[in-house]
């Protein structure tokens, strides 16, 4: 073990020396006397340990320690003459490990060996802790790399059922129409006018799957393409959906639009499958740079355990979006009087959007 002792009397180090001796420990150390020496020491050696007086010729040891506490010192201890209750008191505080009388050497080995485990748990924590932040961190950019991924599919299928599935229905709709100026015959009539009513239901559907999958709408602003979620939402559920914005021209990056538009998708489906509910109050606003959308209901409120249940992924997921453009989710709900579901986000850049995440 490698000590460095703070200690202006040679007498009362080579008295712990003898005593670190009979207690069979192996150490090597290094007595040092002024403030300047004593962090110059420890900036050239590597201590496991520091031993210091409380009183030195023109500084006290909790000068030592206030020049070294920022630098992942060694376990500082404080072994010394009677220095009063307070003084020990206040040396534990400022993270000084631990205070021994000089008179009590002989319990040295033990308060030396407490101070080093102390410090190897305090040191095990913080590996811990960072391990747990490096982790969270990794799964929130996978989160992130996962949503966007995410994003580029829907965006492609969309493309494809446009291009593909939307091109050939509409030719299809042009040929019936041709087929049935072209005859006479009234069964056929009535079979072009059913197959025509087909079509017009198959290109319907079409076009609902294009934007749920991508939301084109939303190149008109997020006003408009919220509005035409909550129309939408309204014709299909029957629940009154009230909107209000402080702007129908709300300003915000693409991408925490497209966060807030799959937010309040996800809201919105959430107050049709469980909510039972009456009305739904949305509320958008880029008032003092904070775009905010709080999506409303009276219905029956979320319980705890619903939303710890681990299988949801619903709400999570709009966490992870919003912390992906530096906003955050807030979930308020009182049972049985309804939930607010409230997206954040600073629109002060407070960090720039990759090429991936824009487009
Ligand atoms: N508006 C709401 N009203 C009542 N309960 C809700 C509402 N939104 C969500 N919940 C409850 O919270 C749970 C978690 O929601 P969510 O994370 O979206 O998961 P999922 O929709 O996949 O079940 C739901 O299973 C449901 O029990
Ligand atoms: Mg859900």
């Not at 593909?164 to 015959?185: E, F, M, Q």
């Not at 949801?312 to 989710?329: S, T």
């Amino acid at each position: 073990m490698r000590i460095l002792h703070l200690e202006d009397s040679q007498n009362d180090h080579e008295l712990v020396c003898r005593h670190l001796s009979r207690a069979g420990v192996r150490f090597e150390i290094t007595r040092v006397e002024g403030l300047d020496a004593f962090v110059e020491a420890t900036k050239r050696i590597l201590f496991d340990l520091v031993l210091a007086d409380y009183r030195l010729p023109g500084f006290t040891a909790l000068d030592a320690w206030a020049a070294i506490k920022d630098s992942a010192p060694p376990p500082f201890i404080l072994l010394s003459g009677a220095i009063g209750e307070a003084a020990a008191v206040s040396a534990i505080h400022v993270g000084i490990s631990d205070y021994l009388h000089k008179d009590e050497l002989n319990r040295l080995e033990r308060v030396i060996g407490r101070a080093i485990e102390v410090r190897q748990v305090r040191a095990a924590k913080d590996r811990a802790d960072a391990e747990l932040a490096a982790s969270e961190k990794r799964l929130a950019e996978f989160a992130q790399h996962l949503q966007s991924t995410i994003e580029k599919e829907r965006a492609s299928i969309a493309r494809e059922i446009h291009d593909d599935i939307g091109g050939s229905l509409a030719a299809a709709k042009l040929d019936l129409a041709w087929v049935s100026r072209h005859s006479t015959n009234e069964l056929t009539q009535s079979h072009i006018q059913s197959a025509t009513e087909m079509m017009q239901h198959a290109i319907g559907a079409s076009q609902r799957i294009m934007m749920n999958l991508r939301p084109s709408i939303l190149d008109q602003g997020l006003y408009a393409a919220i509005h035409w979620l909550a129309k939408s939402f309204e014709k299909r559920t029957g629940i009154s959906t009230r909107i209000t914005a402080n702007s129908e021209n709300l300003c915000a990056p693409k991408p925490v639009e497209l966060t807030a538009y799959r937010t309040a998708q996800e809201a919105l489906t959430n107050v049709s499958k469980y909510a039972g509910c009456g009305s739904v109050q949305i509320e958008i606003s880029d008032a003092d740079n904070v775009l905010t959308l709080e999506v409303s209901d009276d219905g029956k409120g979320i319980t705890t355990l619903e939303l710890e249940n681990p299988c949801a992924f619903g709400l999570r997921g709009l966490r992870e979006r919003a912390r992906a453009v530096g906003g955050w989710l807030d979930i308020s709900t009182v049972e049985g009087k309804g939930t607010s579901i409230i997206l954040s986000v600073p629109l002060t850049p407070l960090r720039s959007f990759s090429d991936e995440e824009l487009e």
